[in-house]
């Protein structure tokens, strides 16, 4: 039977994550183990980029945010020679990836003769210094393509036409529009561009010392590729700009193999010349790898740098909010997405206002204060929302005589401020009462079956608590918060595995049966409360969500950026 005991005795697999803070590495061993880790913080180990969280924002631009390029290459090699110091490369026998998702690399005109022939006596930092046609990388945090993205719609049809087409309406991160702003408002950058890369593919490609195709997967959050004949979409290539298609080069399967490494690694770092690399993609994708998400009626919910709740679907369903991509690890199938901006970044804000920068504290305080809030609803948009599409601002209300009133006839009045004890509750339970109503209002299964919660806050215990009683489910965990690198090195195995068989396999095969004896499996959590009172806070939360999304759609109505 084809599956993990086909796996070469002794072979590595090793992952990679390029998110927007580090880069990170997990190493897989041919019984689905983890036998290493090691990880690039990108503010603290490469300072001199003087990034904060790994980027730069634009003073002069407002929701212009940016990452430096060579940063990424340099953050690479530093990596490998962490990494040579736990494990052989010689025994790696496949390679794959995650990128942060919608981040594009301009790679200038002549620079593929420079990656097909990097010198393995010479850093790759000072070979590709000059490789690029802007040093600035445009990443998922920049909102600054308002009018791109409005054009775009505007020429497909509408932005439910777009949808339809793509995936998702059209959004500031995503890719195309930021292709179209530099096309406008740099040309001379675009002209002097011959491949546009994803972060997914840039990092491929220098692995494999040519241009690596961008990935069905991650190529559906650039607002340019045909969902459902996942071939770029040449409606949506002539909204954008001139001569793009040429620029992106062809989609690949998530599964397929990049190519050989390229001989640069093999004399610089002695891995093996056999070494497949398999294709790279998102970072949300390689995460649903990771956490094994085969069941309709599982969510996942990730809380990183930005808040996703994604699960899987048989069939694309686009609509006006959310994402729909191709399923990573299942060729037929999708995963839905929800993204929040206002992720880890914008709970640490609150935890240094109100905390005293301590997560003791702020955990603390979620103890001594009771579920519900006493009514207190709380918005944080510490950068420019994505869902709601709402600018920068703070909007605190409370709900009067809530505990004994119905959704219809609750009145609340908007406050100056929370005391901080409420404040660091009102952050955790608007978050995830957002997360609720949005995931009900895009179909997501209502409750779930159960929660699979990853992401650097997933190991808060409190937290965990409050997912299960405002979504009504019991929740899991993963042996580690970082599940897209873990995710890219399952899917590493599982693309050499392909490669070997010559057509797809189910990746499920690389675990089945045998799931606890692995990496991969998920441990229960927090149970689902069973007690009359437990069902009656999640009543009394679903009356609060509901209450929720009728002040976000007035502050929407009001000052919502769309």
């Known amino acids: 039977m084809v599956g993990r005991s086909s796996l070469p005795e002794g072979s590595l697999f090793l992952g990679f994550d390029s998110s927007t803070q580090s880069l990170k590495a997990t190493v897989l061993n041919n019984e689905m183990i983890i036998v290493a880790s090691e990880i690039v913080n990108f503010d603290s180990d490469l300072p001199h980029y003087n990034t904060e969280g790994g980027v730069y924002r634009d003073p002069a631009d407002d929701g212009h945010i940016f990452s430096p390029t060579i940063m990424w290459v340099e953050a690479f090699e530093l990596l490998l020679e962490k990494l040579k110091l736990k494990i052989n490369f010689s025994k790696v026998v496949a390679i794959s990836g ?12 002549g620079s ?31 909102s600054s393509t308002t009018k791109q993205c409005r054009e775009i719609e505007s020429a497909v049809g509408g932005a439910l036409e777009l949808s339809k087409l793509t995936g998702s309406r059209a959004y500031e991160r995503f890719t195309g529009p930021q292709i179209r702003k530099i096309y406008q408002t740099v040309p001379q950058v675009y002209d002097d561009t011959e491949r546009i890369s994803l972060v997914s593919s840039f ?24 969902i459902n004949q996942r071939t770029w979409s040449k409606t949506v290539l002539e909204a954008t700009a001139p001569g793009l298609e040429e620029k992106l080069g062809k989609l690949a399967p998530a599964y397929a193999v990049a ?53 899987i679907t048989a069939e694309a369903k686009p609509s006006l909010e959310g994402h729909v991509f191709p399923n990573p690890v299942e060729p037929d199938g999708y995963m839905v997405m929800l993204c929040y901006k206002n992720g880890s970044l914008t709970r640490e804000d609150v935890r240094n206002r109100c905390a005293e920068k301590s997560w003791d504290v702020f955990n603390n305080y979620l103890d001594k204060t009771p579920p519900l809030n006493g009514g207190k609803l709380g918005f944080y948009y510490k950068d420019h929302e994505i869902l709601p599409p709402l600018p920068v601002g703070f909007h605190r209300y409370i709900v ?20 901080p004890p409420s404040e660091v509750r009102a952050i955790i ?87 606890e004896k692995t990496s991969l499996g998920a441990k229960l959590a ?37």
């Open 526 to 562: 927090v149970a689902t409360g069973e007690a009359a009172e437990d069902k009656q806070l999640l009543e009394k939360y679903t009356v609060l969500m509901r209450k929720r999304m009728e002040i976000e759609k007035r502050l929407v109505e009001k000052i919502g950026r769309a």
């Open 400 to 419: 009067e005589n809530f505990n004994n009133a119905t959704s219809n006839n609750l009145m609340e009045r908007e406050v100056e401020n929370f005391d």
């Open 259 to 311: 190519g050989r490494i390229a001989p640069y690694f093999v004399e610089r770092h002695q891995f093996n010349k056999n070494c497949l690399v398999i294709q790279w993609s998102g970072d949300n994708p390689n995460s649903l790898a990771g956490l094994t998400l085969n069941t309709p009626g599982d969510l996942a919910i990730s809380l990183g740098t930005s808040d996703t709740v994604f699960g």
């Open 429 to 515: 339970e608007g978050q995830l009462l957002s997360m609720r109503g949005h995931a009900e209002r895009f179909g997501m299964p209502n409750p779930p079956k159960r929660i699979i919660a990853t992401g650097g806050a997933s190991s808060n215990e409190r937290i965990l608590h409050s997912i299960t009683q405002i979504f009504g489910c019991p929740v899991f965990t993963v042996q580690r918060p970082d599940s897209a690198s873990l995710g890219a090195a399952l899917r590493a195995a599982h693309g050499w595995l392909c490669n070997e068989e010559g057509s797809f396999v189910p990746i499920s095969c690389m675990y089945q049966g045998n799931l």
């Open 203 to 226: 990092m491929a490609s220098i692995l494999v010392g040519n241009y690596a195709s961008i990935d069905e997967t991650d190529g559906a959050g650039m607002n340019l590729m045909d």
């Open 112 to 142: 593929h003769a420079v990656l097909s022939s990097l010198d393995p006596t010479k850093s790759l930092l000072s070979q590709l210094k000059d490789a690029f046609s802007t040093m600035d990388s445009p990443i998922w945090m920049d």
């Open 98 to 109: 995650s990128g942060q998702q919608h981040g594009s690399v301009y790679w200038k005109k």
